[in-house]
């Protein structure tokens, strides 16, 4: 298991700058994950109540911010371990922004968390043993230094009578798969054990690799962050420092 003040080595700072995320293994321990994905399935089946506790259908059984309202997933989101690996990714202070559990693999399409997120990355701890079989995440390496699709792009803004999933489905997907081809990398499966932790950039382009033994659990915590100093966010959710303290900034529109 990982010290609580180590950051990267040299040569995972390398790795991460070249290919826009890098694996680090043994973040957390075995029994750490295994009590968090029975506290997981006691929500989902119902056995354990907790207030405010919902899950969403798309791209898998997932929750959406549960840090807002159980302080289990704010221990993960927050812990010491990720402060240092984050802060050298980002040169400068992380902030803590957003949650998603999945509880299967998401077979996600390509996108960037950026787009979404602004000035984001993310730290995707494995809670259980992720292979070929229940979805890992799918990277191309090197495209966070190509180009950035932004709602200037791909509006937000839906057309009449289209829904944010078609706006997804017909504008915003299509447009990622070119930059993907542009790009010429080719896509690779990330394949961790529980208990590791991918740290990747918030221009990479990613998604989840088809889930071959449909059914099969895949419990993933998706964490993000931004830089402290970043003015470029326009939502309203508290930005939650490693200290636990928290602060609502954010740039009006």
């Not at 990720?82 to 999945?102: N, R, V, Y």
């Not at 996108?111 to 990277?139: E, F």
């Not at 009449?160 to 993907?180: L, M, S, W």
């Not at 970043?230 to 303290?245: H, K, L, M, T, V």
Request: hydrophobic share 30%; glycine share 8%; aromatic share 12%.
């Amino acid at each position: 298991m990982a010290s609580k003040n180590m950051g990267l080595t040299p040569e995972q700072k390398t790795f991460y700058e070249t290919n826009g995320y890098v694996v680090l293994e043994d973040m957390f321990a075995q029994k750490e994950c295994q009590r968090f994905v029975q506290h997981m399935e006691d929500l989902h089946t119902g056995q354990k109540q907790l207030q405010g506790f919902f899950q969403q259908d798309k791209y898998g059984d997932r929750t959406f911010n549960q840090h807002l309202y159980d302080p289990y997933v704010l221990e993960f989101l927050i812990d010491a371990r990720l402060h240092k690996p984050l802060s050298d990714c980002f040169g400068g202070e992380p902030e803590a922004i957003q949650t998603m559990h999945f509880y299967e693999g998401s077979e996600h399409p390509l996108h960037q968390d950026q787009y979404y997120l602004p000035d984001c990355m993310s730290a995707w701890i494995a809670m259980v043993d992720v292979d070929i079989n229940n979805g890992p995440l799918i990277v191309q390496p090197g495209s966070h230094r190509g180009r950035l699709i932004t709602k200037s792009d791909v509006p937000m803004t839906l057309h009449p009578d289209e829904t944010y999933e078609q706006q997804q489905t017909n504008r915003y997907f299509p447009e990622v798969e070119r930059v993907f081809i542009q790009s010429g990398n080719k896509e690779v499966q990330v394949l961790v054990n529980q208990g590791d932790a991918v740290l990747f950039h918030g221009r990479l382009i990613h998604g989840g690799a088809p889930v071959l033994k449909p059914g099969t659990r895949r419990h993933a915590l998706a964490c993000h962050y931004i830089p402290y100093h970043s003015e470029n966010w326009e939502r309203d959710w508290p930005r939650i420092s490693f200290d636990g303290s928290r602060r609502v900034h954010f740039r009006k529109i």
